[in-house]
């Protein structure tokens, strides 16, 4: 069942529209539902679906194979460009560009998002009940939230995420603010393809989180023969499989 709302962001002084994606058998009376928050929702993805409509779809899959609960699959359509809502820092070399954004974004979604998710629809509060997914610069964007808003989601599925943003700033960020962030209970699916190039960065945060975040469940995985773009549906589907299994 497909529903939406329009939210007004004070951080963002923007309208943000959501679109919602509710489980089979959705009770607003039930016990509170965990929740998937999916950046770039309307992009195309497979065939004629678009990133929003194919999650919900592998969603209600997984969650039948492992026969977990499903989930509040929640899209947010950006107020800004990407490059202005998904970018941690301002930055323009070599093609990747960026106006630093993604403080307010995520400010906004931790403190004005959730509760108005929370007063429409039955989701929990608990941030190991919420996930975020994003692909590229959303990606990047997930990769700063697990780093600079550590309570905002417990659950990370990033999908080919541009870390060499900024001169791998995200990795700066992780080091620096490591000792806060290892004692937080995770669940990190980290993914890319494997004729991608630039490679580098994504390797180095997943041994980082092996080797000092013992309290997170991390996984990364290479799409075999598959780059930046053609590896997304790929990613999307392994993505939800880790998440599903390991509720």
Not at 157 to 178: A, G, H, M, V
Not at 188 to 202: C, Q, R
Not at 213 to 240: C, M, Q, W
Request: hydrophobic share 35%; net charge positive.
């Amino acid at each position: 069942m497909k529903k939406e709302f329009w939210i007004k962001s004070s951080f963002k002084e923007r309208d943000y529209r959501i679109w919602v994606y509710l489980p089979e058998g959705y009770n607003a009376n039930a016990e509170e539902y965990a929740s998937i928050y999916v950046l770039d929702p309307d992009d195309a993805c497979e065939g004629d679906s678009t990133n929003i409509t194919f999650v919900a779809k592998k969603c209600q899959t997984y969650s039948k194979k492992y026969n977990k609960r499903n989930v509040v699959v929640f899209g947010i359509r950006q107020g800004d460009y990407r490059e202005i809502d998904y970018t941690p820092t301002a930055y323009n070399v070599g093609g990747l560009q960026g106006e630093g954004g993604a403080n307010k974004f995520l400010s906004f979604i931790e403190k004005e998002l959730f509760d108005t998710a929370r007063f429409y629809f039955n989701v929990s509060k608990e941030r190991s009940k919420r996930a975020i997914l994003g692909h590229s610069l959303g990606g990047l964007c997930g990769s700063y939230a697990f780093t600079a808003f550590p309570n905002a989601f417990g659950n990370y599925l990033l999908l080919s995420p541009s870390l060499i943003y900024d001169n791998d700033i995200i990795l700066q960020f992780e080091q620096k603010e490591r000792q806060n962030l290892i004692k937080n209970k995770n669940l990190v699916f980290l993914a890319a393809g494997s004729t991608e190039p630039n490679m580098l960065p994504i390797n180095t945060l997943n041994e980082r989180i092996k080797k000092y975040y013992t309290s997170t469940n991390s996984l990364l995985y290479i799409s075999p023969g598959r780059g930046h773009n053609s590896s997304k549906v790929d990613n999307i589907e392994n993505a939800l499989d880790f998440y599903f299994k390991n509720q």
